[in-house]
T-cell receptor
Framework: GNSVTQMEGPVTLSEEAFLTINCTYTATGYPSLFWYVQYPGEGLQLLLK?????DKGSNKGFEATYRKETTSFHLEKGSVQVSDSAVYFCALRGNQGGKLIFGQGTELSVKP | DAMVIQNPRYQVTQFGKPVTLSCSQTLNHNVMYWYQQKSSQAPKLLFH???????NEADTPDNFQSRRPNTSFCFLDIRSPGLGDAAMYLC???????????FGSGTRLTVV
């Protein structure tokens, strides 16, 4: 079945550091891929998405590229801010629709 | 403007006392979901509606029920909350098959 694996957290960075959160997936066909962010005490917000191979999703300085050859969708940001501290979830949805499958989440803490 | 609205944001209930959480959406989407999330873990799907068709996950306890009186509203009923049911409950909706879900801000349930 479909699955998503994320790097374990917590990840602690200093402000303005470079961020990478690894995400790999297993799926049949051509799923759509997503990154969600969850700030403390809040629901999940869609951060970015990509619906086909080689698509790059981007938002608020974050980027992720859909790599079918490596079945990956790593999240990157060139310079993190304290306000980026949150839990990040990688997710996929099969090309026939269906359930959103989440990775286990990666907590990011950015220190001033 | 919020598109998926959950009420209340915080709910305290007594052990064994029935409680209802509500969700409404302004997107007119066919599908609505209820998730349970504990301690920044990945959200766990409890059940979903496709229009009025109810789909229960195999491991969702019987203690959890749901109602969807119309397209806009969906309710989560916990018949006899236990201490282990304390969690964040997230409602979500989706439209097109290759899109992600839109989540509400969640209801934090405390059982005392």
């Amino acid at each position: 079945g479909n699955s998503v694996t994320q790097m374990e957290g917590p990840v602690t960075l200093s402000e303005e550091a470079f961020l990478t959160i690894n995400c790999t997936y297993t799926a049949t066909g051509y799923p759509s891929l997503f990154w969600y962010v969850q700030y403390p005490g809040e629901g999940l917000q869609l951060l970015l998405k990509a619906t086909k191979a080689d698509d790059k999703g981007s938002n608020k300085g974050f980027e992720a590229t859909y790599r079918k050859e490596t079945t990956s969708f790593h999240l990157e940001k060139g310079s993190v801010q304290v306000s980026d501290s949150a839990v990040y979830f990688c997710a996929l949805r099969g090309n026939q629709g269906g359930k959103l499958i989440f990775g286990q989440g990666t907590e990011l803490s950015v220190k001033p | 403007d919020a598109m998926v609205i959950q009420n209340p944001r915080y709910q305290v209930t007594q052990f064994g006392k029935p409680v209802t959480l509500s969700c409404s959406q302004t997107l007119n989407h066919n599908v609505m979901y209820w998730y349970q999330q504990k301690s920044s873990q990945a959200p766990k799907l409890l059940f979903h509606y496709y229009d009025k068709d109810f789909n229960n996950e195999a491991d969702t306890p019987d203690n959890f029920q749901s109602r969807r009186p119309n397209t806009s509203f969906c309710f989560l009923d916990i018949r006899s909350p236990g201490l282990g049911d304390a969690a964040m409950y997230l409602c979500a909706t989706t439209g097109l098959t290759n899109y992600g879900y839109t989540f509400g801000s969640g209801t934090r349930l405390t059982v005392v």
